[in-house]
């Protein structure tokens, strides 16, 4: 955990993707178009170390960038959307998706339409239940609620 080696909290793609959302927020998505395109464009761009021992491609990888009124209909709402698929395939495996859900309120619908996938292939996921409003956010430890001093208060649910 602590060393003197740096490491990168925030990539510049994920600033990126932040500017982009952003705009889309404020109604300018026709400003993010490009923005989301130049991250497309990179990742197009990097699929020749994907590949077999012989050469071959281990997939057809087929990324195209959004051209508005060819391959999308670029309105706020198809830009949140297609934002949302960039930060969930150029951040995976990071740990960040969740919070993601989190922040765009639909925590509880992915994460249960995810449980109601998994119940039959994990066994261990057949009481498994978000509920929004309780699982957002873990408990504050105990400690930390008598060292505050009654300034913070506990998370819902806990």
Do not use: C
């Amino acid at each position: 955990m602590h060393n003197s080696k740096n490491q990168a909290v925030v990539r510049y793609d994920e600033v990126l993707l932040m500017k982009a959302e952003i705009l889309i927020e404020l109604g300018r998505h026709d400003e993010a178009l490009p923005i989301i395109n130049q991250i497309r464009q990179r990742a197009s761009n990097s699929t020749g170390m994907l590949t077999f021992t012989d050469g071959s491609p281990t997939l057809d990888y087929n990324i195209e960038t959004y051209q508005d009124g060819v391959n999308i209909n670029w309105t706020q709402q198809n830009a949140r959307k297609a934002l949302r698929w960039e930060r969930r395939l150029e951040l995976a495996m990071e740990g960040r998706r969740f919070f993601d859900l989190v922040r765009w309120g639909i925590a509880e619908e992915v994460m249960n339409d995810y449980f109601e996938k998994e119940r039959e292939r994990r066994q261990w996921l057949s009481v498994a239940e978000f509920q929004s409003g309780r699982d957002e956010y873990r408990p504050i430890p105990q400690e930390q609620l008598n060292l505050s001093e009654g300034v913070y208060t506990q998370n819902p649910g806990y």
